[in-house]
């Protein structure tokens, strides 16, 4: 008898469809454009920008100018969404950003002027985005940089500001101070620019309630199912499933130590499940000991956590070789896996673009 040896990742495009709608009914008279940067959140741009397109999604916002592209080139002609690139107009970048019809977030004083110089050489005005830094110490122009762009009309020569946008710091906490300072500030720049549409909330920003919303939303996380500041939201489904087989069981004694180095002793007789999935598939190493896996209907803790492999304490759970065990998904929550192993929910995505075998559900 043959069994499966490794990782399989399952990107359900329909959660991600019942994700969308709940952020739009969120958000209602906003536009919701999805934040797909870094191959959708490492689950792969093309599947979920097509499926997105499919609900209603009509811009899109990516980090690199290669993504952009690369988004252009998998939506094809009959999807003409609008691509907004975060690193906007970097210099040299202008012909590129036209091949593609994309629209750069432009966030310094050197990139306005790279493409004002680029707009009056190509003879057609070109469609930006303006980023500015409302309290974040990040990106975008400053408040006085801004008001300056803004009273001399020569700065913008040839471009056309669709967006004006900024960028919050402290949305996980909707208690901090920060919040209401951005929110003033960016109050203030887009009397700026009365005719752009304004775009503030990221996944966070949108829960924060009315005032923090604008015309644009741009969700990354919460498509997913990643709730604010690594809370689950019951509203939100689980996107990705990363499940692996079990290759092993065995049983361990009291004083035996497990794995790499000395530092994972066996206190008492452990029956051990030894998964075929390992850090080279996505789980986080430094979940081992905090992180757990789902099998036979109960959480599993992990023990520990190598490149193909990880070893979890089953107990006396029914289990044998072969039988899937979930590391990610929708028993076992994204939220509470970047808890225990120290980081967020967005990285614990972005490291599944690693080798598991994908399947995608609900494709367009
Ligand atoms: C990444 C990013 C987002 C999306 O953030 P989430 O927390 O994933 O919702 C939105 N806006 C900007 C400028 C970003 O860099």
Redesign the pocket.
């Known amino acids: 008898m043959s069994h499966p040896t490794s990782a399989r990742l399952t990107i359900d495009l329909d959660a991600l469809a019942h994700n969308f709608a709940v952020l739009r009914a969120e958000a209602p008279g906003a536009e919701a454009a999805p934040?797909i940067?870094a191959d959708g959140?490492g689950l792969g741009a093309a599947p979920l920008a097509r499926r997105l397109w499919a609900e209603g999604a009509r811009g899109f916002?990516v980090?690199r100018l290669s993504e952009g592209e690369a988004l252009r080139a998998a939506l094809g002609a009959d999807h003409p969404a609008t691509i907004y690139v975060?690193d906007g107009f970097l210099a040299g970048s202008g012909a590129r950003l036209a091949a593609a019809r994309l629209t750069p977030v432009l966030s310094s004083l050197p990139q306005i002027e790279a493409a004002t110089t680029f707009a009056a050489a190509s003879g057609q005005p070109l469609a930006v985005a303006l980023?500015v830094d409302t309290g974040m110490n990040r990106?975008g122009l400053t408040l006085a940089e801004t008001q300056a762009v803004a009273q001399s009309g020569d700065r913008l020569r040839g471009l056309q500001v669709c967006v004006i946008?900024s960028?919050l710091g402290s949305a996980t906490d909707p208690a901090d101070p920060r919040n209401t300072l951005q929110r003033e500030r960016f109050a203030q720049v887009r009397r700026l620019f009365p005719q752009a549409r304004a775009s503030f909330a990221?996944?966070?920003g949108i829960m924060l309630g009315p005032d923090y919303r604008n015309d644009i939303i741009?969700?990354?996380?919460?498509l997913y199912g990643?709730g604010p500041e690594e809370r689950p939201d019951p509203r939100l489904r689980a996107v990705a499933k990363l499940e692996a087989p079990i290759l092993y069981i065995r049983n361990v004694e009291p004083g035996e130590l497990i794995g790499y180095g000395s530092n994972t002793r066996i206190e008492k007789p452990t029956r051990i499940a030894i998964v075929g999935a390992g850090y080279a598939d996505g789980v986080i190493r430094a979940s081992k000991g905090k992180g757990y896996g789902w099998l036979a209907g109960a959480r599993r803790p992990v023990i520990i956590v190598t490149m193909d492999l990880i070893a979890l304490e089953i107990g006396d759970a029914p289990a044998r070789i072969g039988d899937w065990v979930e590391l990610l998904g929708p028993n076992v929550l994204l939220d509470e896996i970047a808890t225990a192993a120290g980081t967020v929910a967005?990285e614990c995505l972005v490291r599944l673009s690693g080798r598991a075998e994908r399947i995608y559900l609900g494709e367009v």
Request: avoid cysteine.
């Open positions: 934040v940067k959140y916002f980090a975060l980023q990106q946008m960028h990221a996944s966070a741009r969700p990354g996380i919460s990643g967005h």
